[in-house]
């Protein structure tokens, strides 16, 4: 009986349950785009913060102080510490190797550069104390669980622009810096032959292949593979400098308090955090005699950014579902209020006011299973699309997501019933059967 | 003819303040909808306009983005800028206010009187010096104080050269000489580290470069578009200098800028739409109860376009007064919300009001058209309750 009477109601009124339904899943449908596009946008955004480029910097502990001007380090080539280029493999050993998602060595020295023509020709005479920089354009790294990992500069520095391409690190190749290149007329497959020193011989010249615009130093230098720039200065498998670039979380109150008075616990949930802080010391666990210090100015302003971007797609997404619970439970109220004559009937055949509270209930509670099922698959289309369009990755559904959408379709349906309902329960039956 | 206009009139007032009157629980329910949805159009939109002009002054914190060197100082770096540039440099731009930072590096040797450890560095003249807001901050370990003789050093200067804050410094360059007090370290991860930061004019005096710069950083807020026209302004008063972007950051925060803001429009045009709609269906739902009333005004004679446009009447005074209350309401959430987020009320602006009660008519009107079947009812069929 309960069964048909629920079944007759949504035959009998279709087209009430049908708009009922709609703004159920129009409403759930605001929730679930809101809420999977907030979840998601964190690592989203800090994907795209990676643009900003590297956020820790290697240096070996025992160097001597850079003297860096303008970032060009004019200390000479034998003064300071250099470190093994065999190390960097452990990089993706460490805790959060997934979270490393670039890295790259520098090695810099000052040569002698003889520019030469496509054919051959010299093109001027030697040009001094060029500022050399070696380090990989898109380098494998052999994992040591097997495999490989594609990463160089290319990566941690996205702001580089290359017209032409990066060289090949097997071939004679290298990169000229666009300020370097308009002093000395050089152009793509010139070739360049670098020397230190007195050479009685002239090395075989690197083609260049690419014209780096770099917005920095690098634009007055030549840009050379790491092997390269390793035997020109004489320091085989070393290097001196490594940017990596790493996914982090923003750091919060937690990661800030020192290490040195948290618990065990503590350490560990520190330990166990992707924070920048905790990043850096790993990598400084893996690699001995290394200084990791953190890029302040990359890594505070994102993670400054990502908190407010992220809290105020919580607080939009917050609103949304606000206002969709109140549309939602506005259309349920007016669904009940509308009935009075029906509940009035009901009542004169010998129903409870509670029967009736939970009919009406169990109708509306149907309602919002169906309508928040519908509207939560409608967000998660609304949700792919934007993700697609605007991060070029469609959010995961959750079924945390689902879970929510489908309590609040079911929490605003039955509150925005309850009302009317109690007000229902208590209608003589007499005066709504005489039409009163 | 124009008494019975002025009767039809009154008339038409008076079934409309009954209509509205006849079912309080209908009333509230009608308005809260409204209400709600006008609500999130007016605060979502508010704070849409205000979060991306909020979003191009957070960037500050990435610290300068354009730079003026001295042209072609690009291969040497000897090259020096007459101070008076500086006044080239506007102070304001439609977003915010430039904060201007100029340099003077060189190579001294420094020394600690008390220990005899001395060490070759470079030493950066800055002025402002104690700039912290805007500019990577450090670990201000120590008091900031602005003075003369202040200076900061970097923590690998200064675990090189055995500096504290407060420890007293001697920079020597040729044969002239200036004393200074560490202020406080501070760690960058950039250059900063492994330098000395005095004030400008001592530098000055130090490098015997009066009135010379080697840089100056500027921390331009705005978004890409405005920048970029910042710079080729920038470049067009002062010919003899180099304007730069710093490509790491202006890029980076170009791509950041545009992924936030289309995001937030999309999201935004997403919750407004879906809104609408469900308000729309919410209050369609409630429309179509009236079927006694339409058949009642029937059967009593009204015309049909009569009796619809009481019940549009009724819709757009419904939506006049939930945009009003509500847009009202929502404005009020916007200022608060943009102070939870970027600690700034959002600036209400006033464009948004009207819009959101705009709309809100425009959904309330557009949601009593159902009605517009119920002018095929016939009257006799309401009554018998078949219908």
């Known amino acids: ?436 | 003819m124009r008494a019975g206009r002025d009767t039809n009139r009154a008339m038409f007032w008076r079934i409309l303040r009954r209509l509205l009157g006849a079912n309080r629980g209908r009333l509230f329910v009608m308005l809260l909808a409204l209400g709600a949805g006008a609500a999130v159009t007016a605060a979502l939109l508010n704070l849409q306009v205000d979060a991306k002009r909020r979003l191009t002054s957070e960037f500050r914190v990435f610290g300068p983005n354009v730079v003026i060197v001295p042209s072609g100082a690009l291969s040497s770096s000897s090259e020096t800028l007459p101070q008076s540039v500086i006044d080239s440099v506007s102070g304001n731009v439609p977003g915010g206010r430039v904060t201007a930072l100029s340099a003077l590096y060189m190579v001294a040797s420094v020394s600690v009187p008390g220990s005899g450890k001395s060490a070759s560095a470079v030493v950066a003249g800055i002025n402002p010096l104690f700039l912290t807001k805007g500019y990577p901050s450090a670990n201000p370990n120590g008091s900031l104080r602005s003075s003369e003789n202040a200076c900061v050093a970097g923590v690998r200067f200064a675990k090189e050269v055995g500096v504290e804050p407060d420890t007293g410094l001697v920079v020597a360059s040729g044969d002239r000489q200036e004393l200074c007090r560490v202020a406080n370290l501070r760690q960058t991860g950039g250059p900063e580290d492994n330098r000395l930061e005095i004030d400008l004019r001592a530098a000055q005096r130090l490098a015997q470069l009066p009135d010379r710069l080697s840089m100056i950083e500027l921390i331009v807020p705005g978004t890409p578009a405005e920048i970029q026209n910042y710079i080729a302004d920038l470049q067009r008063r002062i010919p003899d200098a180099e304007v730069r972007p710093v490509r790491q950051f202006t890029e980076g925060q170009a791509k950041i800028y545009n992924r936030i803001s289309g995001l937030l429009t999309a999201t935004v045009g997403i919750v407004l739409v879906l809104t609408a709609l469900c308000v729309m269906a919410a209050m369609s739902n409630v429309a179509i109860e009236r079927k006694m009333d339409v058949g009642l005004m029937k059967a009593i004679g009204g015309a049909t376009r009569r009796v619809v446009r009481l019940f549009l009447a009724e819709a757009a005074l419904l939506g006049l007064a939930g945009g009003v209350i509500g847009a009202a309401l929502g404005i009020l959430l916007s200022i608060v919300l943009g102070k939870a987020v970027f600690g700034v009320a959002a600036r209400p602006r006033l464009i948004v009001y009207p819009v959101a009660v705009g709309l809100t008519i425009l959904v309330a009107i557009l949601s009593a058209f159902p009605l517009r079947r119920l002018a095929s009812i016939r009257p006799a069929a309401v009554f018998r309750g078949e219908a």
């Not at chain 1, 190797?97 to 002698?112: T, Y």
């Not at chain 1, 097997?146 to 017209?163: C, L, S």
């Not at chain 1, 209930?361 to 792919?384: D, K, N």
């Open chain 1, 1 to 436: 009986m309960f069964l048909r009477l629920v079944a007759d109601s949504f035959g009998r009124r279709r087209r009430h349950k049908l708009l009922t339904g709609a703004a159920l899943a129009l409403g759930m449908g605001v929730a679930t785009a809101a809420l999977s596009v907030a979840l998601d946008v964190g690592d989203r955004l800090a994907k795209e913060f990676r643009s900003l480029g590297a956020n820790l910097v290697v240096t070996p502990k025992a160097d001597s102080l850079p003297l860096e001007i303008g970032g060009v380090d004019y200390r000479p080539v034998n003064a300071g510490a250099y470190l093994p280029e065999a190390d960097l493999p452990k990089l993706k050993t460490i805790f959060w190797h997934n979270n490393v998602i670039a890295f790259a060595p520098f090695l810099e020295v000052r040569a002698m550069a003889l520019p030469f023509s496509r054919e051959g020709r010299k093109l001027a005479s030697s040009i001094a104390d060029v500022p050399v920089v070696g380090t990989w354009a898109e380098h494998a790294v052999p994992l040591p669980e097997g495999g490989e990992f594609r990463t160089g500069v290319a990566k941690t520095n996205p702001w580089w622009q290359i017209d032409g391409r990066w060289f090949s690190e097997a071939s004679h190749e290298c990169v000229v810096g666009v300020a370097f290149a308009k002093e000395n007329h050089i152009n793509i497959s010139d070739s360049l032959s670098l020397t230190i020193g007195d050479v009685t011989v002239t090395p075989t010249p690197l083609t260049v292949t690419g014209i780096l615009t770099s917005g920095g130093p690098e634009d007055a230098s030549i840009v050379v593979p790491l092997s390269y720039a390793q035997s020109l200065a004489r320091k085989p498998g070393e290097y001196r400098k490594l940017y990596v670039s790493a996914l982090t979380k923003p750091e919060d109150a937690f990661a800030r308090k020192d290490q040195k008075t948290m618990t065990t616990a503590e350490l560990d949930r520190w330990y166990c955090t992707p924070y920048i802080s905790s990043i850096a010391l790993q990598i400084q666990q893996e690699l001995p005699g290394t200084d990791v210090r953190v890029i302040r100015r990359v890594a505070e302003g994102e993670g400054q950014i990502l908190t407010h971007v992220e809290m105020l797609l919580w607080l939009v997404t917050l609103a949304a579902m606000l206002a969709a619970a109140l549309a939602v439970g506005a259309s349920s109220a007016a669904s009940v209020i509308e009935r009075q004559n029906e509940i009035g009937l009901m009542k004169a055949l010998g129903a409870g006011s509670g029967t009736v509270g939970f009919l009406l209930a169990a109708e509306q509670l149907l309602l919002a299973f169906v309508g928040g099922g519908i509207g939560y698959a409608l967000g998660i289309v609304l949700a792919r699309l934007l993700g697609e369009r605007i991060f070029g990755a469609a959010p995961e559904p959750t079924l945390l997501v689902f879970l929510v959408v489908i309590g609040l379709a079911a929490i605003v349906t039955l509150l925005g019933s309850a009302i009317p309902l109690r007000r229902a329960s208590r209608i003589e039956p007499a005066p709504i059967l005489r039409g009163e």
